[in-house]
Every structure is written in C-alpha cells, then in structure tokens.
C-alpha cells in the first residue's frame, strides 16, 4: 500500500488498525502515551482513557472475552499497577487475541525506577516480543495478534523508549477485519477459583512449551551471518540494542530475536555453532543471560556491558574497546571501534543545560509558595508538581509511585502523633492522579481517622504526558463531551467534611486556607483549580505580561523565590552604583500576577499601568 515515517508508537497504533483491533485502553504515561494518542484517529476502534492502568487491563480483557481483539498500553511501571489481572490472565487465556505494551525505560528519562519488565513476562508465563524500530513495532504488532489466538494467550509487546519515539519508514498496509467472535460462556475458564486454577495451571505450563517450540522456529528469530574477521563474533542480542550494535560492530554475526519470551534454545545451539563467542548484548538487566548461563552456554554479557541505563552506540562502543583490552572478546587493536566515535549522543536528564522548572505561570507554584511559609512534611506524588521539590521552592518531600502522597501522609501522621518529632503532613497530587490511585487511599485516611492535608491540584489536564483528557475534565479521548467527575462531592461522599476549592493564583486566600487547614485537627482537602497554563495558552484568552518598574524595586528577591523562570535578575545603576534588580522576561510571563503579589513595594504591574 505504501509507507508512512512513524514513531515507533505510531506504528504500533497503525498495526492494530491493520490487525483488526477493536478496542483499544491505556493510562498515559511516557514512553508510552501516543499510541492511544495514535490510535484515537482510528474510527474502527474503540479507544479510551482508563482511570488507571489496571482498569485498561481489565476492560481490554473483557473486550478480548467477548471475543473482539483488544490492546492495553502502559510505561513500564503502569505493568506494576495491572499486574492483579495479567497474572491471571495467563491462566484463563483469551478468546479475541490481546496484546498489551509494556514501553520500558532504560535511562530514566521521564520515570522513578529503571525496571526490566522482561522478568515480568517470564513470572507470568506469557510470551513475548521486542521490536528494535518503527517498523518491526508495526509488524510486530500485527503477528501479536495472531500467536495471542493461536495459543490462546495474552502478550506482552516490549518496548523501550527509543523505540517508542524514534521515526522511521514504515512498510503499511490495509485494515484487516475479524469478527467480533461473541462472549464465550465458559466457566471452567474464566471463573478462577481454586479448582479451575489448577487445571489452568497445567494448560498454561504446556503452552510454554509449544512457545518455546515456536519460538525457535518463527521468523521473528533470526540468524544473520557476518563477514570477514568479526564473523566469528557471535552477538545474541533484541531490542533497540540490536540497532546499535549493527552501527557499532555490523560485519559480526547476529542472532536477532523478536520473540523473547520463551527464548529460542535450538536457534541458540544452531548459531553458537557458526562462531567462535557468544556474547549476549541487552540492555538493563541479564535477562537473557542468566537464561543462557543456565541452559549451559558459554556466554559473555554483564561482564562486558553495563545494567545502567542505555547502551547507546558510544557507550557500546567504550564496552568493547575495554573487553577488547582485558581480552575478553577477540578483537584486534586496530579493529575500527578504536579508530571510529560515535556522534554525541547525549544521556539523560541530568545532561539538560539547566534542570526542569514549572513553567512561567505554572497554578501549582502558589501551593508550594504558601507551603514553604509553613514548612510541614509534604508528601508528593507523581505529575508535573513533583518539580515542587527544586530549589527555590524546595517543598516536596517524598515521590514514591502514583497516588502515593496520601497514603504515605497517613503513615507519616500516625507514626509521628503523639511524639515529640510531630509535624503537620501534607499530601500534594493532582486531579489525574487522584483519580488514578489517590481516591482509596483517601478513603484510609478519613476511616481510619488520620489528621492529614490532601492539597488536590487540578490544572484540569494529566499535563505531565502532554495534556491528555481525564474524567476529572468532562472530556473523552476524542474530546467528546461525558460526565465531569466532581471532585468535591467525592471527597466529602469519603467523609471529608473540611473540603475547599480555590484559586491557586490567590496566595493570599491560599495563604489562610493552607494554614487553618493545617491546624485543623481532621482530615481536609483542599482543590486548587486552575487550568495548565500551556492549555491557556493554546485555547485561553489573550496574555498580558507584568513589567517591573526598576526605581521602586528595592532588590529584595522575594519575586525570585516563586522560583519563576520568567523573573531574573539585572545589574542596574542607581545614583553612582550597580545595583541589582528583578526583571520580567516578557515573552515568557503570561500574567499570572503572582510575582506582583508577593512584591512588598509594589514595583511589579500589568505592562502599561
């Protein structure tokens, strides 16, 4: 039909287009975000945003019992939240195929941990595949499908996040149906109590062994002979590793897999056969290598290559040439990878020119403002308010997982009570995230009687991923109107009697209400309800910027300490000498007025009064 230039995650939505998917869920979060955002623009398919990852799981799966193909999406993580129904998944199989992504993060990009849910696949006894670009994650994704319904199983599509959001050309072609089988009423099946478990159990044992068959056989493995001397170097390797090897190292010989879950012990035995050494190249974890080691093959692996982060091409490279050097693999002194470097490539977030700040602007910066006065304990969550936590608003204490502010607060609250170590303790979350996992954990809080301070702050967006629709806004993933959950009647429905909203950009109306509610001897919350200052600026009303006026500003920085990046600071004279002056970079302010709030001389105004 022709091709497309495609992320990776585009290519996986256009794959289940063309697989015949029906339904389509997913909680956002990076690197897996755009594939339902991909996907949206696919009518045949029915896509939504699920409150959480688990919910995704579990509504994919009762589409996949009706017998429509299904798909689920998450960042590595997310697993970790659906992992009650996947588990079990594996033991009652499917009845229209389904397929969820799993969009690893190597280098901690955009994530708190680095985890390698390979393991995860092997632990739930379900197969595998890994594509290494765009367009394998197309074709990958299309063949998903079909070993889910041949074996009667769901799997795992593991991605990374170079995958996810590098581009490339794209092999397409058109949708192919497949009906909508109809719900299978099977009890023995679905129904796992002990006694179907059991039997389960043994189906799903045997079905691992007809994958492994599978899996040495498909052509999603493959062996790729080299050439010349590195020939005899033998790289068993998956991913978006084998893309930076075949730049670092591309006349050796390859053992490609796709599928990795169960791994290809035949195809290994044939390929170590045609070389000299194995050497077992993935990224994070020995996955493989354990496996390998385990099975009796003499493989090299973490001795060479580092667990941390990614294996780039100049980190690969710097690999080799030391195990060349210590005559761990064999290759000469004047092989090209110690003639050639890699181009710069950068590594994570702490290579940035400056470290990320809230956006001029940003309605949660007032919170952690008024905080600061009162320095409690605050307990911090996941979303673009964790930035909360740098200087010079420095007001976040703790960031575990999604919707553990609250409940880690009511931990902090009853150990402390009654000890002469008490603090307040304040939970921060947003309204994405509340929603997510912050709701039962609110629930704890007001049953088992804790004094603690939820601050909700909804910017009316899941703005950390890019702005998606939640069901706190009223909006669909199509931006289809739907039912706006009511956030105030939720909590005081918990129990919560002390519920307040209002505006973050008020500090001074935030200023009392943070304090009463912080001496207040029950559980509060209180909702500060501002919309994402980058949605105002997309859809919002014309921005009118504040100038400081340089004769009244005395230099005092308290402007400096709202932490916004809009305001610096200036060398002025002043009657012989250089003084220093707060200024407002116009093309950033976008007239939040808070700066000119917290001014104690007045020097900061609307531009033009």
Known sequence: MGNLFLSGNEAIARGAWEAGVHVATAYPGTPSTEILEAIRHYKEIYCEWSSNEKVAVEVAQGASMAGARALSAMKHVGVNVAMDPLSTF????????????????????????????????????????????????????????????????????????????????????????????????????????????????????????????????????????????????????????????????????????????????????????????????????????????????????????????????????????????????????????????????????????????????CPHRGSFYVLKKYKPIVTGDIGCYTLGVLPPLSMMDSCICMGASITNAMGANKALKGTDKFEPVVAVIGDSTFVHSGITGLIDVVYNKGNVTVIIMDNRTTAMTGGQQNPAMGKTIRNEPTHELDLEALCKSIGVKRVTTLDPYDLKNLDTVIKEEIEANEPSVIITRRACILDRLRFGPKVVPFVVDEEKCIGCKKCLGLGCPAIITVQVEVDGKMRQKARIERPMCIGCSMCAQVCPVSAIHIEGE
């Open 90 to 361: 594996s033991y009652t199989g499917v009845n229209g195929g389904f397929v969820f992504v799993s969009a690893d993060e190597p280098g901690m990009h955009s994530s708190q941990n680095e985890q390698d849910n390979r393991y995860l696949a092997r632990f739930m006894l379900i197969p595998m595949l890994e594509p290494c670009d765009s367009a394998e994650a197309r074709e990958m994704t299309i063949a998903a499908f079909d070993i889910s319904e041949r074996f009667c199983t769901p799997l795992m599509l593991r991605t990374t996040t170079r995958v996810s959001h590098s581009k490339g050309i794209v092999p397409i072609g058109e949708r192919k149906e497949h009906e909508i089988k109809g719900f299978e009423h099977d009890w023995t099946k679905w129904v796992v109590i002990p006694a179907n478990a059991r039997k389960r159990r043994t189906v799903v044992l045997n079905r691992m062994k007809q994958l492994e068959e599978f899996s040495n056989e498909t052509p999603l493995n493959y062996i790729e002979q080299g050439s010349g001397p590195d020939a005899r170097i033998g790289i068993i390797t998956a991913s978006i590793a084998y893309s930076y090897a075949k730049d670092v190292i591309p006349s050796a010989s390859f053992l490609k897999l796709g599928f990795t879950n169960p791994l290809p012990f035949k195809l290994v035995e044939k390929f170590s056969k045609t070389v000299d050494q194995l050497i077992v190249l993935e990224e994070l974890e020995p996955f493989m290598e354990e496996q390998l080691l385990a099975a009796g093959f003499d493989v090299l692996g973490k001795e060479i290559f580092t667990r941390e982060g990614e294996l780039l091409p100049d980190v690969l490279r710097e690999s080799l040439r030391e195990a060349a050097r210590k005559k761990l693999v064999a290759i000469p002194s004047d092989h090209s990878i110690f003639t050639q470097d890699a181009p710069a490539t950068g590594g994570g977030a702490l290579d940035l020119p400056r470290p990320p700040t809230l956006c001029p602007g």
